[in-house]
């Protein structure tokens, strides 16, 4: 079969202030039709500047240096800008990664979807009005006429995808682009999306090239793998083969790393230590006021306990209630019911006040680091200063203290002493949150609660701040509450769990318990969606199971308040 894309020896590099970096060296992929090519590495890679410049979107300053990409025959590269603008949403559509970040806030749902079919040439309201809501139904959108009407955020995460997959998918293209599509996504809107693009494929025999750093993702939708690091393909093939069979040391490492529900994990669970939990939460309730109609009820009657030195998971789909919760115990907010117990400290009798004086003392007890160490840095402030912050803020010690507490803290956390002066955009993902960790270990806190603290990394990435927490854990005795959405990664790291759905706590207990015998259909859902495990569907075109070792719906919209 000729393949429907050819990339052939591409090079790209980028104009920097140190010069010309060369950012793809010399990769070559195929991706056939109604087939799926994964291409797979870490932040860095290459994965995103190869599928740029397929669709001719380099930045500003990217170029392509040399090779040759293929779309039938048809060399992209020789293409002029309005050339191109006829090939894209035409004959290859895009999925972008972020669905918060990719619509058109202003813009209604209908408006986005119809974009594409405008731009080439449609000019039929009523006939644009009703391929519209034929996508939106077929990408399995409820009401699509009401939903037309809606704005992004009146939509969860997981319609959100489905809309730019309707999008994408508006003109029938030939090739499909898919960057990072689930990464962002719950296990069970994960699972939904990628049936829904297998399922699409089938139909229409439109070829994917998938990009994920999901090996386990990978292994179940994907016929071929390309392996980049650094810019250059590490190796490629048959996927079963490349991850049943790797050759390269990059590729095992990458599948050492990867979580895994299927793999035996070697750990030991965390001795409590002796005397009261830490943490005590009983009858948690939290509703949020909404004009016009009843509250809603973010979390309802939750309760658990977590022992002193041990980590505690709080797992659930978008809008389960488990950030709701993790600020709870952070001191962020009034609860509307219920006692949160942090040691000697009624965190609900703080009244959500950070301004009081015991809000203040508090923050020394328990740290919150938040999902995305790129939103949740000062772009304006150096390393140094992020991570001396909260030491100013307490008054303790002096410059020159200080100085000594943020380097140290910095050691602690595997960071070499010059990020001290640099800002954030100078550092990977992976050194941000170790920056973001830096910030909150420094007050000393017993507690450090985790929201999604590592969803947004690479596997690779990923298993270093997972160890890092471990042995910081150890070293230090901190108490960890560890929120996710990633199964196999809380089968790794907690000792207890608890599982929220809509806002309730369903299940509750020691994790290889949970997750061995689950007792609750929520829990059972959740444990099969995870990729990897051999359970979840895996889409209309059988997919061969993760190799060991290897890694690891539909939504309400007001469900996303409950976050």
């Not at 960057?179 to 699972?191: F, I, M, N």
């Not at 494929?201 to 070829?207: K, Y």
């Amino acid at each position: 079969m000729n393949p429907l894309l050819n990339v052939r020896d591409l090079r790209i590099e980028y104009t920097t202030g140190r010069g010309a970096v060369r950012a793809v060296d010399g990769v070559s992929l195929d991706v056939e039709p109604g087939r799926v090519t994964a291409l797979v590495g870490e932040s860095g890679s290459g994965k995103s500047s190869v599928a740029q410049a397929v669709i001719g979107l380099l930045a500003g300053n990217g170029r392509v240096t040399g090779g040759r990409v293929d779309l039938r025959g048809q060399d992209l590269l020789a293409l002029s800008e309005r050339e191109l603008r006829a090939v894209r949403g035409r004959r290859i559509g895009l999925v972008p990664q972020d669905p918060g970040n990719s619509l058109n806030p202003v813009a209604t749902i209908g408006a986005s979807v119809a974009a594409g079919l405008r731009i080439h040439g449609a000019r039929d309201r009523r006939a644009t009005r009703a391929r519209v809501l034929d996508l939106l139904e077929r990408v399995g959108i409820d009401d699509p006429a009401r939903r037309a009407r809606q704005h992004p955020h009146e939509l969860s995460g997981g319609m959100r995808q489905r809309v730019l997959i309707a999008a994408a998918l508006a003109l029938e293209p030939d090739l499909l682009i898919a960057d990072e599509p689930t990464s962002a996504l719950d296990v069970t809107v994960q699972a939904t999306v990628l049936d829904l693009l297998d399922e699409l494929r089938a139909a229409t025999g439109t070829g994917v090239l998938l990009i994920t750093h999901d090996l386990a993702v990978a292994a179940e939708r994907s016929d071929a793998v390309v392996v980049l690091r650094r810019g250059t393909v590490e190796e490629s093939g048959a996927t079963a083969d490349v991850l049943a069979r790797p050759r390269a040391d990059y590729t095992r490492a990458l599948l050492a790393d990867a979580p895994s529900l299927t793999r035996v994990v070697d750990r030991t669970p965390a001795a409590p230590a002796a005397g009261p939990p830490l943490v005590r939460v009983e009858g948690l309730r939290q509703e949020f006021r909404r004009r016009g109609t009843g509250p809603l009820v973010a979390v309802d009657d939750v309760s658990f306990t977590v022992a002193r030195g041990t980590t505690h998971a709080i797992v659930g789909e978008s809008g389960s209630g488990k950030t709701t919760t993790g600020r709870a115990l952070a001191g962020f907010g009034r609860p509307t019911a219920g006692t949160v117990r942090v040691g000697d400290t009624d965190v609900t009798a703080l009244g959500g006040r950070l301004t009081s004086r015991a809000a203040r003392a508090y923050r020394r007890t328990a740290q919150l680091v938040h999902q995305n160490p790129y939103a949740s840095l000062d772009p304006r402030l150096d390393v140094g200063t992020i991570v001396a912050e909260p030491l100013l803020n307490h008054r303790l010690g002096d410059a020159a203290e200080r100085r000594e507490r943020v380097a140290h803290q910095l050691e602690v956390v595997g960071l070499p002493a010059d990020v001290t002066t640099r800002r954030p955009r100078e550092l990977s993902g992976g050194q941000r949150q170790r920056v973001a960790i830096a910030r909150a270990l420094v007050l000393e806190p017993d507690l450090v609660v985790l929201d999604e603290a590592v969803s947004a990394l690479d596997v690779s990435v990923q298993a270093q701040v997972l160890r890092l927490l471990a042995r910081l854990q150890a070293d230090l005795g901190l108490t960890y509450v560890f929120i996710s959405h990633d199964l196999a990664v809380v089968r790794q790291v907690a000792d207890t769990v608890s599982v929220l759905r809509r806002g309730r706590q369903v299940e509750s207990g020691r994790v290889q318990d949970v997750f061995a015998d689950p007792r609750h259909p929520y829990t059972r859902e959740l444990l099969d969606a995870v990729p990897g495990t051999g359970r979840s569907r895996g889409g209309t075109v059988p997919r061969q199971p993760v190799p060991t070792p290897g890694p690891g719906a539909r939504r309400d919209p007001h469900e996303e308040a409950r976050r």
